[in-house]
């Protein structure tokens, strides 16, 4: 494919993805307000923060400790992070808060850990309890065999609606829920056989608790080493969980780009199977080869736009957190793939500092556009995907045919303006030498006039005093008179006169 077309196609892909590259986008952003602890689109300050977590203290002689109880508050932020990007993904209005960022739930908590709102408002049956501890089978003993209110009492955790645990945990949990269960079944039964109803009943009760609990107990999504590490190097784990989505957004990225990579291909191809430019295998090989880079720059565009997306929507700057509304993340590959190619050639020598210029101006006026008609077209074909791809394709196409209208008059109005540079140095130049005949024609009339007034003063005088006039000084004076006009006599004196007549020659006028 040529330079336009290949520019069309991966402005296509690329404004075809904004909406992936824009869910997936906002889905990585969360990982950004986990880490740094504000949300810079809305200015909440929330009340831990990975950062904060990592620059916790450390006592040599409770190390261990410590670092779980610190590894603790991580899991609780990274489980925010995560769930709220799994909804934003899933295209969810639900989202996870940690209870102290809720107005109401007061600080640390003691039965609940997260809540899911919806518009602000909590969801029935969404309290969670988030724990990660050494032992899983000692806590679900606390919780659903807890009495008295002290330490090893935890019973106040079976008001929440989920028990979240690590994801090593939570089929130990479940197994020793329903092992625990069915042995206070057993001695439930024993003990009412005695007669003792009244422990019966209460071992009956423990053993529903475990029933429930075993219901409650949910997989956080990560492990116990995972929130350790997470608070050992909080950025580095911010950056995989970002990569984890981008990946995700890349592979969806690819299916756009591979169809509508092999449609383009698809459809140039069959022009020029039918004009005879491409032989039938050719246009197979071809479509196919369009369809495999349509799907490497579909997941390129994904990949990198949802990373950069997320980190321009959580930026400081409200300039960036503007772009990262608009179509710039998802054409970012793009674009950096046609002024490559442009800079590329530049390099080579293959095209000079005008034509690149041109070529540059030329991509950013078709990507721009096709990004606003990628907007119209969504609005008049209400289809997902097929408005924009069609509208940015038109976009695309129709701008750089005026931007091409625009070069060639640009191109006549420098051709025109050295035309006239030309005629005005010619005209110049004929100036300077008609001047130069002017003075010259000056010089020449000025000596004529003087030479004719000398010799019509000369002839008047010879004509007034005649009596003292000889024949042949008249001569001369007429001759001199003739001369100016360019005429010689036939006689310069009487003499040659009187020559002239003693002989047969005749006169010639």
């Not at 690819?254 to 449609?263: E, M, S, T, V, Y």
Request: proline share 1%; hydrophobic share 40%.
């Amino acid at each position: 494919m040529n330079k336009t077309l290949n520019d069309t196609t991966n402005t296509v892909i690329g404004v075809s993805l904004y909406e992936t590259v824009g869910r997936f986008g906002s889905a990585s952003a969360e990982f950004l307000k986990g880490l740094r602890g504000i949300d810079q689109e809305t200015g909440q300050v929330f009340n831990r923060n990975l950062r904060d977590i990592a620059k916790g203290g450390i006592h040599p002689d409770y190390a261990d400790n410590n670092l779980a109880q610190q590894a603790g508050y991580a899991a609780e932020v990274v489980k925010t992070s995560r769930d709220n990007a799994e909804h934003i993904i899933n295209r969810s209005a639900k989202r996870v808060s940690r209870t102290e960022d809720v107005e109401g739930y007061g600080n640390n908590h003691n039965r609940f850990d997260h809540v899911e709102r919806i518009d602000g408002k909590v969801v029935a049956g969404s309290h969670s309890q988030m724990k990660f501890v050494n032992d899983p089978v000692d806590l679900m003993r606390k919780i659903a065999e807890g009495e008295g209110g002290g330490k090893k009492d935890l019973s106040r955790y079976l008001e929440a609606d989920w028990l979240d645990l690590p994801s090593d945990q939570v089929e130990t949990a479940r197994a020793a829920c329903r092992q625990r269960a069915a042995q206070l079944r057993e001695q439930a039964e024993r003990v009412a056989a005695q007669g003792d109803d009244a422990l019966a009943a209460r071992l009956r009760q423990k053993a529903d608790n475990y029933a429930a609990l075993e219901g409650k107990v949910r997989d956080a999504g990560f492990s116990r080493d995972e929130a350790r590490a997470y608070r050992l190097d909080p950025e580095f784990e911010t950056l995989k969980d970002i990569g984890r989505v981008s990946h995700r957004a890349g592979l969806e990225g690819a299916k756009f780009g591979a169809a509508i990579g092999g449609c383009i291909g698809l459809v140039t191809n069959l022009v020029a199977l039918h004009s005879g430019d491409k032989s039938l295998s050719q246009a197979a090989g071809d479509v196919a080869l369009d369809t495999l880079q349509g799907a490497g720059l579909g997941y390129a565009t994904a990949f990198a736009g949802s990373a950069l997306k997320g980190f321009m929507q959580q930026s400081a700057s409200a300039h960036l957190r503007s772009l990262s509304r608009t179509s710039l993340p998802s054409l970012a590959v793009s674009i950096s793939l046609s002024l490559g190619k442009t800079v590329s050639r530049y390099a080579r020598g293959d095209i000079d500092e005008q034509a690149m210029l041109e070529e540059v101006g030329a991509t950013a006026y078709g990507m721009l556009s096709s990004t606003v008609f990628s907007a119209v077209g969504q609005v008049v074909i209400p289809i997902p995907v097929a408005g924009a791809m069609i509208g940015s394709m038109v976009g695309y196409t129709v701008s750089n045919l005026f931007y091409q209208s625009f070069l060639d008059a640009l191109a006549q109005e420098r051709e025109a303006h050295e035309h006239y540079l030309f005629i005005r140095d010619k005209c110049a130049a004929a100036r300077e030498v008609a001047q130069d005949y002017r003075l010259r024609m000056e010089a020449l009339i000025s000596q004529k006039r003087d030479a004719f007034g000398a010799d019509c003063a000369e002839l008047s005088s010879a004509l007034a005093s005649c009596d003292d006039l000889h024949a042949d000084q008249f001569a001369q004076r007429i001759d001199a008179f003739a001369a100016q006009l360019g005429v010689k006599l036939h006689f310069a004196s009487r003499g040659e006169f009187d020559v002239f007549m003693a002989s047969d020659d005749a006169l010639v006028l």
